[in-house]
Every structure is written in C-alpha cells, then in structure tokens.
C-alpha cells in the first residue's frame, strides 16, 4: 500500500468532518463565485440593455417620460400590456442618441447634424436622431437603479453566507486534521513501546523523536495547509471551469489546456523534490539525534573540552541540511511563480488572439458583460492553481515524512496481551542456551543452571562475559537463539512478553526516574499500587530516613531523570517501587556500585527485604556484596566456567577466587 493510500485511510477515520468540510467548501465556493455573473447581469442586462427596444406605453412602473411621451423598455411589459411605437437609444461615442423608430441592423455608428449612421460591411443606413442630455439619460436609468441595487444587495448576501461557510469549512476540516494527527502520534507511540529492545541498539533516540515530532507535524501540514488547498482549489478550479463553459465553450475550451501543462509540471515537481525531501527529513532526524546526544553527553563534553569539535560535527549535518534546503529553495523559486505566470500570459495571448479576429466588438457573439465575467474568472483561476503549485512543497515533504512514519509503523512489534497470569512461584532454569545480537556470533554459549524459589543466584565475570545478557533472555528482551528457559517449568517463549513480566522486578545500577512525584515513580501511575503500599514500600526500605528533610516529603517533584537526587536517593527509589511490585523474580543489576558507604548500608538492608520469598539475580562486580548468594555463577566469554557459593568457589581457587582476591587488595600467586 503506497504512502498515499495510508495517508487516505487517516483521513477516513474522521471521514464525517470532512464530509462535512467539503459540503461547507463547495457551498462557499459557489457563493463566492456567483460574483462575476452578478456582475455580468448588471452590465449586459441594466447597464448596456438601454440599448434594448423601447416603446411607447402609457404612465406607469418602469416608464420613462421623455419630451411629453411615456416610454418602457421592451423586457420590463407585462404579456397583456400594449406595446406602442417602437425607438431605440443608442450610444455613439460618449453620448447617447434618441431614434424614433426601429433600426434594421447595427454596426458601427455615427452621428453628425441629427443624422445617425450605422454601417456594417457593405451595408448602410442613415436615421433621424437626437442627443440625449445627461439629465435626461439618468431619467432613462431610474427604473435599472433599484434592480442593480437589489443584484448587489444579493451578492452581498452570497458574500456573508460564503465567508460564514467558509469558517465552518476551515473549522472542521483542522478539526479532522488534528484529530488524525493526535491518533497518528497515538499510534506512533504505543508502536514504539511495543518495538523490541534491539532495535533501539540499532536507532539514536533522537532519530525516533524526530519520527514522533516532526515527521509527524510535516504531515499535520499535508492535512490542515495541503489537503485544504488541494480541495479548495479543485473546487475553485470545478466551478470556474463549469462558469466558463456556460459564459462560452470555445473560450473555456482554450482554458483547458491548463490542466495537462499543471500535471506534467506536477510530475516534473514530484521528481526532483521528492530526492531533496529525504535528504531534508534524514538530516534533521541527524541533527535531533546528535542534539539528543550531546545534552545527555554534556557533562562529558565540557569535562573533556570537547565543544568545539562537538559544534564542528554539528556544523558539518547542519551545512548538509542547508545544502538539501537551498536546493529545494532554487527548485520552488525557478518554478512555482515563474509557471503561473507563463500559464497566465499564455492564456491572455490566447485571449488576444480570439477577440482580435472580431470576436467582441458592436453586433459580436461576445457581449461586454462576458467578456467582464471571462476576464474576471480566469483572474480567479490563477489563484487556485498559485495555491496549488506552493503547496507542492508541503505535499512532498508530508509525503517524505509518511514515508518514514509508516516505515517505522511498520517495524515488527510485540503482541500486546492483556491477559494475566498468576503470580508465579519463581523457579528458573535455563536448559542449553544460546544467544547473539549478531546471527551466528554467540555471546551466550550452552548456559545451563537452576534457581529455585527463594534462592539469590550470582552472576559475576568481566565486562562483556554475558550477564546483562542472560538477564535481557529471563525479560524476554531478547529470545533465545538455541536452548529453553523454563519458569516454573513453563518454556517463557510460550508465555506473551508482558504477562511473563508482570511477575518480574528490575533495579538497575543507573536506576530511570521519570518526571513526577517520589511516590508516582514508585507506583508508576498504576492503579493497583495504592498510596498505602508506596508508603510501606518507601520504609521498608530506609528511605524515610534519607527523605525525611524534603519539602514535600514523598510528594517531592521529579524532574527528567530524578537530576535532582543523588545516587543513592534514586536507588532507595528504584528499590521501594520494585518492592511495590511484588515481583516474583527480581534482578539487581549491580545495585550498589555507585553509591556511598553510608547509603550503601541501607541500600544493603534494602536489599534483603526486597530478597524474601522471591528469586533473586544479582549481576555483581563488587563481590563482596555477594557473599551470601545461594548460587554463584562465574561467566567468562559467555560460558560458565565456575559454580557454587561463596566458600565453595574460594576452596577452589580459581578464577572466582583471582577476581575476590584482587578487590581484597590481596595479592595472588
């Protein structure tokens, strides 16, 4: 299905406002454009059609009293009113001449010594006439003052009543946009929590919020600026098309050609800007990422004196994205306005062409009145299709940004349960496994061990020997490449992710806190974790005494990443929300590694509240937190290369028993 399609199918979510939009739409654009036949209808009908056929009537509605006699315009007789003798009133140059009688045919007029001659290819005829004052004239104009007052009265209505729908089409049609784009970041951000975890190894967070945000806005453009253009003007564009056809077929036919040459232009369009429309958008997602980067990275960066080369990098993505713009910029500035104004003239000249071979002129098939209401449409026209060819930039670059939207959305997510299972007992066991985040690169070799309830398994080795790994498996971070791992006895790939982890706990050595409340980062907002257990949790870990100075105690603001606790505060946190929880299965991940002596003794008696009556993991690199673990594991390139507790691994001296000694300060044969 093509971005467009997908684009569509949004829209069609919030199909009854749009509906609603485009009924408001056509309705304000016929109003609107009633405008030139108005006007039509004032000068051919009320300002020119003095010169229609006059006759001799009696006093009345309409009539006219001109040297002692009564005369009405043959248009404004009733079908039972006698008509008199037939005069006409005709203009030759700037004045207006009285002939009393018929004329046979016209043409080109002249007056001279109250001879009226008119003349029309071979033909001539000569008529008695007389001038006709100034004051005299506007008496022959009085019965059209109150018809064109009226004609303008009701345009002027046309006006409010399309200015009123046009409100309502504005309205509704950003009302159906907005509305699409709340429930297209909706879906962009439950799909994002549903990604697996490797492939945020494999994207820069700013790169995704750069989906989220700004992708998203390009295409709340597409909907709220493009879309509304691109209707208004096929509609502008319809009805001044139909307006023509009934003024003049021929003419309007000329017109026509138009819309093949907007077309190609189009595609021409659509070829070079869709290039320069990724170039663009895949910038930007650079420069949010390394903009991302470099506020977490700051205190780094100044630590190390390393601004200047940052900005250097920076300049470098940002020079890039100028480079992509100023081509886009030289594209819409050789085309956009140059194209209408060519099409524009084109069309004049068309125009001069036809009228010049004595289309418009005195007996023509082309009355002044269309012509007025012609010249004033095809004005009109280039309006939308202005409209149209500046919106063609918004259009590719929404569409650019579908593009990467619905690349993302289409990213293999996990299934999202909501069933639950209860809580379980906490037995573990892994049976042969084996792992990669690379195919056929293993970091996670034949590990096979057994935890049962209540016990602490220790897993120890140096950096990279696989412990965080084994963790991501038991969290369904990542699936096993080879091997099983039972819960309970309960291979965990058969069990959805969330419902595996709805019985598990995690505190990290660098614990998350998220803006809030001490107490919301506890409960995390779920409902099932009432004030109640956020307080007991909070003391049952020590943490009254470490937060007992605060203002606002538990109730205490969180900014981003809890930047405003120290370590160990954070930790105590990470501790009381686990303990909130009631997991089955807790993992400690190097819990107390970064903290003071003095936070670490109650972070330790944290810990062993936290232990009771549950499984609990312990990735260590100070051992001497460990000692008293059930089962100590030893990794070493992703194998397990020694088992058992603490005075088990010390009798054998070996690798256990090396790294022990080391942080002892002790030295080793």
């Avoid at 009733?78 to 005069?87: M, T």
């Avoid at 046979?104 to 109250?114: E, H, I, L, M």
């Amino acid at each position: 299905m093509s971005v467009s399609q997908r684009l569509w199918r949004y829209a069609l979510l919030y199909k009854k406002m749009i509906i609603i939009a485009l009924v408001m739409l056509t309705i304000a654009v016929g109003t609107e454009l009633a405008g030139p036949f108005v006007a039509k209808k004032v000068i051919d009908d009320h300002i020119l059609g003095i010169e229609s056929k006059w006759y001799e009537t009696v006093e009345g509605k309409d009539a006219v009293s001109f040297k002692g006699k009564w005369y009405k315009r043959s248009d404004y007789f009733d079908e039972n009113e006698q008509k008199g003798k037939e005069v006409r009133i005709l203009q030759v140059d700037r004045s207006f001449v009285f002939v009393p009688g018929p004329i046979a045919f016209d043409g080109v007029r002249t007056y001279q010594d109250g001879q009226l001659t008119i003349k029309k290819e071979d033909r001539v005829k000569t008529y008695e006439a007389s001038v006709i004052s100034a004051k005299e004239m506007i008496s022959f104009y009085q019965p059209e003052i109150p018809k064109i007052i009226m004609l303008l009265a009701g345009y002027f209505g046309l006006l409010v009543i399309s200015a009123i729908f046009q409100y309502g089409e504005s309205y509704y049609l950003e009302k159906a946009a907005n509305r699409i784009i709340q429930r297209m970041r909706t879906d962009v951000f439950a799909h994002i929590q549903r990604l697996p975890i490797k492939y945020f190894d494999q994207l820069p967070a700013g790169k995704v919020v750069s989906h989220v945000t700004n992708d998203t806005e390009a295409i709340r453009e597409l909907y709220v600026t493009v879309l509304a253009t691109f209707i208004k003007s096929t509609i502008y564009i319809s009805g001044i098309f139909m307006a023509l056809f009934i003024l003049d077929a021929k003419l309007a036919s000329i017109c026509l050609l138009l819309l093949p040459i907007l077309g190609v232009w189009m595609w021409l369009y659509h070829t070079f800007a869709s290039t320069y429309n990724h170039g663009i958008r895949s910038k930007l997602s650079e420069i949010n990422a390394m903009i991302n980067e470099s506020i977490q990275g700051m205190t780094i960066i100044q630590a190390f004196r390393r601004e200047k080369e940052t900005t250097e990098q920076f300049d470098q993505l940002n020079e890039a994205h100028f480079t992509f713009q100023k081509k886009m910029l030289n594209l819409n500035a050789l085309t956009s306005y140059n194209l209408v104004d060519v099409l524009k003239n084109l069309v004049f000249v068309a125009f001069i062409w036809y009228f010049g071979g004595g289309s418009i002129g005195v007996g023509s098939i082309v009355s002044l009145g269309v012509l007025y209401a012609f010249v004033d449409y095809i004005n009109r026209l280039f309006e939308p299709v202005t409209d149209i060819v500046n919106q063609l930039a918004n259009l590719e670059q929404a569409l650019v940004a579908g593009e990467r939207v619905f690349q993302l959305l289409d990213e293999p997510g996990i299934p999202v349960h909501d069933e639950r299972m209860e809580r379980y007992r906490g037995d573990v066991r892994f049976r042969s496994v084996y792992f990669g985040y690379k195919e056929d690169e293993y970091v996670l070799k034949n590990i096979s061990f057994e935890a049962k309830r209540g016990e602490t398994v220790a897993l120890v080795g140096h950096t990279g020997s696989g412990k965080s790994s084994i963790m991501n498996l038991l969290f369904r971070f990542y699936d096993a490449n080879k091997g099983e791992i039972l819960i309970d006895g309960k291979e965990i790939q058969t069990i959805p992710h969330q419902t595996v982890r709805e019985h598990m706990g995690i505190v990290l050595q660098d614990p998350y806190l998220f803006s809030g409340t001490i107490a919301s980062n506890v409960s995390l907002q779920d409902e099932r974790i009432s004030r109640e257990t956020v307080e007991a949790a909070l003391r049952a870990v020590g943490a009254e005494k470490v937060f007992q100075h605060l203002e606002n105690g538990y109730d205490e603001p969180v900014i981003e990443k809890g930047s405003t606790l120290s370590s160990g505060q954070r930790q105590l946190v990470s501790f009381a929300r686990a303990l909130a929880f009631d997991p089955a299965i807790l993992i400690l991940d190097e819990a107390t590694s970064s903290i003071d002596t003095e936070t670490e003794a109650i972070i330790q008696e944290a810990m062993e509240v936290l232990k009771k009556g549950r499984t609990t993991f312990i990735i260590a690199h100070r051992l001497s937190t460990i000692r008293n673990a059930d089962q100590i594991l030893v990794l070493d390139k992703g194998e397990i290369v020694e088992r058992g507790n603490h005075e088990e691994l010390m009798q054998q001296q070996g690798r256990y028993y090396q790294m022990y000694q080391l942080q002892q300060g002790s030295k080793v044969n």
